[in-house]
C-alpha cells in the first residue's frame, strides 16, 4: 500500500514560517520525484515546488519563489516544504506528490492534504 501522509500545516499570521513534512511508504522514494502542490477553494490544484530524484532539478512557482524551499531525505522517506514570509494568498491545501516510472509508463501517488490557513 502506498501511503504519503503529510503534516505540519496549521494556522499562521502573515510573515510567520511553516514546515510542512510528507512521510512516503510504498514505494522507493529515492526513486521519485517529489511535489508540492496547493489548492485554494474555487480554484485549480496548482504546484508549488519539485524536487529531482538526487535532491536537485528543483523548480518552484513564481509566487514562491525566495520563500519557500523544498527539500528531500531520501533515508527518512521524507520531502519537506520550508514556507516563510507567509501571504494570506498562501491559504490553501497543501498535497505532497510522488511521481515515477515503471517500465516506461508514468505513475503518481497524492497525499490527503494538510491545511494551511495565513491571516491575521
Known amino acids: 500500500q502506498v501511503l504519503l501522509v503529510e503534516s505540519g500545516g496549521g494556522l499562521v499570521q502573515p510573515g510567520g514560517s511553516l514546515r510542512l513534512s510528507c512521510v512516503v511508504s510504498?514505494?522507493?522514494?529515492?526513486?521519485?520525484?517529489m511535489s508540492w502542490y496547493r489548492q485554494a477553494p474555487g480554484k485549480d490544484r496548482d504546484l508549488v515546488a519539485a524536487?529531482?530524484?538526487?535532491?536537485?532539478?528543483?523548480n518552484y512557482a513564481d509566487s514562491v519563489k525566495g520563500r519557500f524551499t523544498i527539500s528531500r531525505d531520501n533515508v527518512e522517506n521524507t520531502v519537506y516544504l520550508q514556507m516563510t514570509s507567509l501571504k494570506p494568498e498562501d491559504t490553501a491545501v497543501y498535497y505532497c506528490?510522488?511521481?515515477?516510472?515503471?517500465?516506461?509508463?508514468?505513475?503518481?501517488?497524492w497525499g490527503q492534504g494538510t491545511q494551511v490557513t495565513v491571516t491575521s
Open positions: 506528490n510522488a511521481k515515477g516510472y515503471t517500465n516506461h509508463v508514468l505513475w503518481e501517488y
Open positions: 510504498g514505494i522507493t522514494f529515492s526513486s521519485s520525484y
Open positions: 524536487i529531482g530524484i538526487g535532491g536537485g532539478g528543483f
